[in-house]
């Protein structure tokens, strides 16, 4: 199995499915191959640092979460070699053809992304926001050999084939009461995986999160502090998702942009699903809508 996670920014992946990808690869072993993509520089996300300093701390943090969580990681980088500026993502031209690229280099068979809000009330981070619109517009071309070619010369030539993947939006915390996930994950046996990699992130967690105040969090002074503030985060989201467990536990949507999942697909493929948080009624009716069953 092959997963590719696309985000907009540095941590998020550790904030929402970093545990699931941890079971899949105590499942699979070498057979599961994992990579992330980061698709801004990440150079606004402090409040002391300069921009160059800020970004390049954070890609160093985000490396050595890669050494811990065994994942292939990259930075999206646009037809002209640049890195997307944060908090200015447009879901145009370049991001498309950046992420067709990207896309086709690995050949994923989940693609995991952030959410499209269907309610236009709730909050937003504007780069969660255009990352998701933008796998979402470029999903069909995804199998379209020559889309993006003239921004990617190297890739013209022989038209090769290239699977369209399942698509699925993760958890958005700035979108507070507006997810609506089909799968939960019991990524418990992962949590100490997931505090781990998150606890590299050290310029968000102890410096900029507490410094913004978005994240209802106090600076944590030790791993075991936080290990604490983590448990209360996901203690909060499962409040959020009317989730009855004590468990940590990973939320996911599935979208119809890409290849049409079964229900026993999802069942045989998505590691320790808690039975309790599935809404399988709705979804097995959704997908049958869409025509996969």
């Known amino acids: 199995m092959k997963a590719l996670y696309i985000h907009a ?3 998020d992946y550790e904030f929402t499915a970093a545990g699931t990808f941890a079971l899949w690869r105590r499942r699979l072993g070498p057979g599961f191959q994992s990579r992330v993509i980061v698709c801004t520089d990440g150079e606004a996300g402090h409040h002391q640092l300069s921009r160059a300093e800020t970004g390049q701390r954070r890609l160093a943090e985000q490396q050595a979460s890669a050494r811990l969580g065994g994942y292939d990681f990259a930075l999206l980088r646009l037809p002209n070699g640049q890195v997307p500026r944060e908090g200015c ?3 145009g031209r370049e991001l498309l053809a950046a ?8 050949a994923p068979d989940y693609l995991f992304c952030p959410p499209l809000p269907a309610d236009p009330l709730p909050g937003v981070h504007v780069d969660h926001l255009e990352v998701a619109e933008a796998v979402r517009r470029v999903a069909y071309l995804i199998n ?3 889309a993006f070619t003239p921004e990617f010369p ?5 038209a090769t084939p290239c699977p369209v993947p ?18 939960a994950v019991d990524i418990e046996a992962a949590f100490e995986d997931v505090v781990q990699m998150s606890w590299c992130h050290q310029s968000q967690i102890r410096e900029w999160l507490p410094w913004v105040g978005r994240h209802q969090m106090s600076a944590p002074a030790s791993v075991a502090e936080w290990r604490q503030t983590l448990r209360a985060r996901f203690d909060r989201k499962n409040r959020e998702l009317a989730l009855a467990t004590p468990r940590a536990v990973e939320v996911f949507t599935i979208t119809g942009w890409g290849a049409i999942p079964t229900a026993d697909q999802l069942r045989r493929d998505f590691p320790n699903l ?16 869409w025509g996969a069953e």
């Open 89 to 91: 993502l447009g879901a």
């Open 144 to 146: 379209v050999p020559h």
């Open 154 to 158: 190297a890739a013209a030539g022989p």
């Open 99 to 106: 992420l067709w690229q990207a896309i086709r280099e690995f």
């Open 166 to 183: 399942v698509i699925v939006a993760v958890y958005d915390g700035y979108m507070y009461g507006a997810n609506a996930p089909d799968l």
């Open 9 to 11: 920014h540095y941590d």
């Open 274 to 289: 808690l039975a309790d948080g599935c809404r399988w009624g709705a979804l097995a009716e959704r997908l049958r809508r």
